[in-house]
């Protein structure tokens, strides 16, 4: 959930006791420490990370119950703070392509002319690629899917974003809301399709 986030209040004893049922789950809590700190809490074998600029849920394991969860803990945050302006959410899932699969649209960059036309610009290719479409679709009306193939001599990943541009306006925000796992069911649809 992208927005103007007060990392004051999400605090983990607060989160534990306001977005989950029943309250004052046990927590852990993580830290990164470097050029910003950045926290990383776990209730109920769910990730959150908040920042100024976002919260973001992330189940430890790939689970319907978990991701109804985090449906269930973001829609409970927006009714506590109803304030926030939330500019976006983003439902995101990534598929580890192994040797046996392909990507099923051409992922061929080596183009007789492409070293041409960077050279033109003294550039030159690296070994990382990546390729990107966005797309509508029909099951949800307000939001882009990107989907987005990255490969490199070490791996290839398929990742695909269900972007709701929401510009704090909150009746979008609430039809965003809870497609957790409708998006996650419909990511495993596409990946029959796009990885072959």
């Not at 960059?109 to 033109?120: A, L």
């Not at 965003?176 to 990885?195: G, P």
Request: aromatic fraction near 12%; glycine fraction near 4%.
């Amino acid at each position: 959930m992208v927005g103007g986030w007060n990392i004051n209040i999400l605090q983990p004893p607060w989160m534990a006791q306001q977005l989950f049922e029943p309250a004052g789950k046990k927590f852990d809590v993580e830290m990164a420490v470097g050029a910003g700190m950045q926290l990383r809490v776990r209730i109920n074998d769910l990730y959150i990370l908040p920042g100024i600029d976002r919260i973001i849920f992330n189940p430890v394991r790939e689970d319907e119950d978990l991701f109804s969860l985090a449906d269930t803990v973001a829609a409970k945050l927006f009714e506590i703070l109803p304030h926030t302006p939330i500019d976006g959410i983003g439902y995101n899932f990534a598929y580890s392509l192994d040797d046996s699969e392909n990507f099923a649209i051409s992922d061929n960059f080596k183009g007789e002319n492409r070293n041409d036309v960077y050279n033109r610009f003294n550039a030159s290719a690296t070994s990382a690629t990546v390729l990107q479409h966005s797309v509508l679709v029909e099951v949800f009306p307000i939001a882009l899917l990107n989907i987005i193939y990255k490969y490199d001599k070490n791996s290839r990943v398929l990742t695909l974003n269900y972007h709701y541009q929401l510009d704090c306006k909150r009746d979008k925000i609430k039809s965003a809301l809870n497609h957790f796992t409708k998006c996650y069911l419909h990511s495993k649809t596409i990946c029959r399709e796009l990885i072959i």
